[in-house]
């Protein structure tokens, strides 16, 4: 059974920190690159971060520097480390292989809201 479940996410002021966690299925997390999505309003979803089965990882150039995405396989389950965060970091973030289309299988996604 495929599963996508996104948590962690929040309020937080300019400059905090968050940390998402998504817990995948074997059937995904284990044949597939997995990377990191989000979607503010009134536009696309768009992949801000991906880490390769061998843990390789690359950054859209937007969040570079200030996020990391990482992997426990063990418990199929892949992170997001955010600092620095900025107002137009604000979306609604989501997990999922890489690639990932909209008609493919998505979670419910986390809300992140950098707002003073």
């Known amino acids: 059974q495929v599963r996508l479940v996104e948590s962690g996410g929040g309020l937080v002021q300019p400059g905090g920190s968050l940390r998402l966690s998504c817990a995948a299925s074997e059937s995904i997390f284990s044949r597939n690159d997995m990377g990191w999505y989000r979607q503010a309003p009134g536009k696309q979803r768009e992949l801000v971060a991906r880490i390769t089965n061998s843990g390789s990882t690359n950054y859209a150039g937007s969040v570079k520097g200030r996020f990391t995405i990482s992997r426990d396989i063990a418990k199929d389950t892949v992170y997001l480390q955010m600092h620095s965060l900025k107002p137009e970091d604000t979306a609604v973030y989501y997990c999922?292989?890489?690639?990932?289309?909209?008609?493919?299988?998505w979670g419910q996604g986390t809300q992140v809201t950098v707002s003073s």
């Open positions: 999922n292989a890489v690639p990932a289309n909209t008609g493919d299988y």
